[in-house]
């Protein structure tokens, strides 16, 4: 990371990019990166607090207020998705709260949709202009208004889901296993069902990870809880996971064309890790209840704010 700072520092990345260098916000190399690193780092500090990925509010925030390329965004949103995700893998992994075998079942579907709306993201920039940045931003923000509204009346998570019958496709996959759980001094075995529907799901929100550059923790762990039945800590750990495979997928169509900006890319990715640390520490103070509200209005705020702009570009305002 030091290196890539340096790098950085010491001149621009030659993309397409350069229009939005930090001499065209008025700012320095160093303050731009300084800027970046400061906001990421309170986003990543209270996504931790309010149980939510960076990413879900990091994109419609960085869209809604600065004047940075929408694709530029959306492709540094699925590159701190990427980075977070493979920071947490190991020791999920270790541990085995992921379950592998969900992981190879799950990772095909949604690497493969994720990098088609990545695909998606790029056609609609290089072909429809001002009108189909305007078509996206106002489907990311009825889209962030709408996971607000489930993190309002959406219905609680289960801890350990009690399945009545397995059907048979999922017996046939084998996607049983087990882990050591700490808080009960014991091994939790358990299954998972509607493995058929967990792949539709799965390749729905690939397709809106790649394309809208949100990270899809706020879909997959619902999936893999609620409707695939598996325990929340299995879901929690193998969605991270299964993050890190598919937007290292779908990153690439971004990085071929030329959107990865490292001025912006790295004080972003840094400034989330770091901020995830320091809201995992401060969690154990505090109560997240209020936090939470004041996610939800953040992301109510963003997603007006994208459908205004979008409104704009389309003349209607």
Partial sequence: MLGLVLLIITGLSGTVAAEESPSSMGLSPVEFFILFLVISIFIGIVAVLAGVGGGVIFTPLMMGFTPIDGLIIRGTGLFVAMAGALVAARPFLRRGLANIRLLYF????????????????????????????????????????????????????????????????????????????????????????????????????????GLFGLGAGWAMVPVLNLVMMAPLKVAAASSKVLIGIGDTAAIWPYVMQGTIFPLFAVPCMIGLIVGTIIGAKIMIRVKAGFVRYLIIGIMLVSGLRLIQQSLTMLGYI
């Fill in 106 to 209: 799950a990772a095909v579907p949604y690497s493969a949709s994720a990098v088609t709306g990545a695909l998606l993201a790029v056609y609609i920039k290089q072909t429809m202009g001002v009108t189909g940045e305007a078509f996206v931003r106002l489907s990311l923000g009825s889209l962030v208004i709408l996971i607000a509204m489930l993190f309002i009346f959406a219905g609680g998570r289960i801890e350990y889901p009690e399945i009545r019958k397995v059907d048979r496709f999922t017996q046939r996959v084998g996607l049983a296993m087990s882990y050591w759980e700490e808080s009960l001094g014991s091994v939790v075995q358990y299954q998972v069902t509607r493995s058929w529907l967990g792949l539709i799901l799965f390749s729905g929100v690939g397709l809106v990870s």
